[in-house]
């Protein structure tokens, strides 16, 4: 049990003096109020409340004025209450912020907690606050030899992600995400096999269309940061073809333009793929290839289209490999450039303007098919279709001699 609820005036009254009377709360007023958050059942209330512990522990914790303070969360969280335990790692990651460091001597304890905590069996409430404190923590905390320990973390941060989706609180899902972003940013190696489990959850996150723009998105930034830094582990655990498996597709998903462009899945895929291209183009080229070969057969636009985009956009990471095979490719593009869609016709002006650019010398050797095609697509109805053709007439002459 963490204690019964004595008033909490006497400290609401001390609070309204201002901050700098912060170190005159006397010991049953802080007792008081920390004692009361476990009685709260309101869930914005409490957060307010551990809000202003955490304000009065700024002061407080450092001058050794709140000794109690850490040993009372520990005990807490510990409770056969949910209530308890919910609040407990509510305060934990609310303290975070203002007396991060004061945890460091429990930081091993604090962990063995956080992570019993996200494999709590009775509470998703425990679950989804353990989940946040793991974040809070992480966030804060820079010593490698700390860090590493949260690669044991990644199984149940997945479990609860999982759940949080599945009932619909996306916002805590994300959560999940930007923990993976400070692990795959640290230079430590910390994912390990993990990633295997973080590329699975982030795929299926990216290819749900019922999830938000936003939650996607988030899933698919994580794809890219583990190809710029950790291309070593796709490559080692043969995970380049399921990711491109799923991101070529995403630049045929249709989008609302009225939405934010920088959250649009097509958009982002392309990143996604202009990225590993650049890091790993030996195992990108293959793949994307095969795709654009088949979806430039497609009786779906936008595949027609993603077909050339895709080779647009992995021109630059894998010239050398196209340059081997740049007549089929180029037969793809300037099939492309004859579509009767607007759309493709417009991706393959870009195709062709990043060729041009990123394919030199081998590119001009094509100039008698290229060059009137360009030329063709400088009359096309449409003025993005001509802009398109524009800067790859430009970027083709410019190496033309």
Sequence with gaps: MCGTSPPFSSARRSLDTGANSLPNFDSSSKQSLIESITMEHSPPVRRASANVVSIIAKYAVPAGEWPDLLPFLFQCSQSPQEDHREVALILFSSLTETIGNSFQPYFTNLQSLLLKCLQDETSNRVRVAALKAVGSFLEFTHDEAEVIKFREFIPSILNVSRQCLASGDEDVAVIAFEIFDELIESPAPLLGESVKAIVQFSLEVCSSPNLEANTRHQAIQIISWLAKYKSNSLKKYKLVPPILQIMCPLLAESTNRDEDDDLAPDRAAAEVIDTMALNLFKQVFPPVFEFASLSSQSANPKFREAAVTSLGVISEGCLELM????????????????????????????????????????????????????????????????????YALAAFCENYG
Excluded: C, T, W
């Design 323 to 390: 340059k081997n095979k740049l007549e089929p490719i180029l037969h793809i593009v300037l099939a492309a450039l004859r579509d009767p869609e607007q759309m493709v016709r417009g991706a393959a002006s870009f195709a062709l303007g990043q060729f041009a650019e990123h394919l030199q010398p081998e590119i001009v050797s094509h100039y008698e098919s290229v060059l009137p095609s360009i030329l063709n697509a400088l009359e096309d109805v449409s003025h993005e279709v001509k802009e398109k053709s524009y």
